[in-house]
């Protein structure tokens, strides 16, 4: 994350440097980008960038962050127009978000974040925990579980159904990162996501699946 000085600069230098970065880390991989071209077109010293942040890869990562947090808004409507169905909200996720990340104003950064994506750099962006310190037992989507039906459902707490969704989460991105890495049409990812989707749903609902 950056640091304190980061966040005490006026709103409109911060502005440029982020639009600096996404500028950058949408041409080129995070491998690949420069840091000397955000400075030059963000218009500070290298002195300077090292006051903000630790390195490259603390400014991807929080870059990232700022887009994931950008979704939320996204995913919570899939799941208040799904009406408290719990597979209706994930399989209109898996549509918006694969719009997003494929046709929306940041599909380039996207796209090299898929292409070039390793574990480490995956866990980065989608786990909170390495962005901010996490308490024990923590709700990760109170405003999800808050729609949901859970009366449908085969969960023995809450928490149990919190994983579950950090779970469907992590297998509806990773649908997504083989649609970039296997050319998949939107449809391709589609079924698979499905497919694995309603495995899990004949599993946990009550009275289904036998």
Known sequence: MPKQTFFNLPDEKKERLLKAAYSE????SLDESSINAIIHESGISRGSFYQYFEDKEDLYFYCAHLLKKDEKAQVDKC???AEGNLFDGLKRTFDILY???????????????????????????????????????KHEYPDIVRMLDQSTLNFSSEQELQDFLQY??????WTIARSFLKKLSKEEAHEEVNQRLTWLENEIIK???G
């Open 25 to 28: 880390f949408s041409k080129f």
């Open 207 to 209: 009275n289904k699946g």
């Open 168 to 173: 469907t989460f992590q297998i509806i991105h």
């Open 79 to 81: 799941f208040e127009v």
């Open 99 to 137: 719009d997003s990340y494929t046709t929306g104003p940041n599909k380039d950064f996207y796209h090299h974040f898929f292409v070039n994506m390793t574990y480490r750099k995956s866990r980065n962006i989608y786990d909170e925990k390495n962005q901010q310190p996490v308490k024990p037992h």
